[in-house]
């Protein structure tokens, strides 16, 4: 089966740097996704490792370790409105279906 | 247009009621899913469409039926549903295209569902 573990409160102070981790099990690996979540609204998708290494696309960074099954989500020059849940997430072998990590709520304070 | 829109955005219904929620997207995207999410809780999968045809049921129950009538609509009917059926469900669509299994998944802003 698969399993992610990602922490489930983190907090961070406005323009600072925070790191969201999320661990995984699975028996076929695809990539690792992160999603994006605020209050009463729909996930949105920030970005998706295939390969190791760190994908970057503006403030938001992803790296992914295979050998570890381990991925991260960084957040950088935090604004208030990041403050949301986001969801690490593997896409199961052999077909659509995704599996959701239980969800990192960011706090970001002034 | 990369939107995936549903309606009704808030429905609240009876047990005894029938109601139907839709979902439509024009990307182009053949894999249409339906996913339930409580309060605080990660996205849960219920069904997935793929070129039209039911993919996956994750063990839904039976008052939940599914229905694609063709590539941009997703309905999900409702039937005598619980009030611990109340969540929030959303659509999503992706290209079909399994190689690319990281995909961006489009989601729809969800109907908030109450049964009382």
């Known amino acids: 089966g698969q399993s992610l573990e990602q922490p489930s409160e983190v907090t961070a102070v406005e323009g600072a740097i925070v790191q969201i981790n999320c661990t995984y099990q699975?028996?076929?690996?695809?990539?690792l996704s992160w999603y994006q979540q605020h209050d009463g609204g729909a996930p949105t998708f920030l970005s998706y490792n295939a390969l190791d290494g760190l994908e970057e696309t503006g403030r938001f960074s992803s790296f992914l370790s295979r050998s570890d099954s381990y991925g991260y989500l960084l957040l950088q020059e935090l604004q208030m409105k990041d403050s949301a849940s986001y969801f690490c997430?593997?896409?199961?072998?052999?077909?659509?279906?995704?599996?959701f990590g239980a969800g990192t709520r960011l706090f970001v304070k002034a | 247009d990369t939107e995936v829109t549903q309606t009704p955005k808030h429905l609240v219904m009876g047990m005894t009621n029938k109601k139907s929620l839709k979902c439509e997207q024009h990307m182009g995207h053949r894999a249409m899913y339906w996913y339930k999410q409580k309060a605080k809780k990660p996205p849960e999968l219920m069904f997935v469409y793929s070129y039209e045809k039911l993919s996956i049921n994750e063990s839904v129950p039976s008052r939940f039926s599914p229905e694609c009538p063709n590539s941009s609509l997703l309905n999900l009917h409702l039937h005598a549903l619980q009030p611990e059926d109340s969540a929030l469900y959303l659509c999503?669509?992706?290209?079909?295209?399994?190689?690319?299994?990281?995909?961006?998944?489009?989601f729809g802003q969800g109907t908030r569902l109450t049964v009382v």
């Open positions: 699975t028996s076929g690996f695809y990539g």
């Open positions: 999503a669509s992706s290209q079909a295209n399994l190689a690319s299994a990281g995909t961006e998944a489009f």
């Open positions: 997430a593997v896409r199961a072998p052999g077909g659509f279906k995704t599996i």
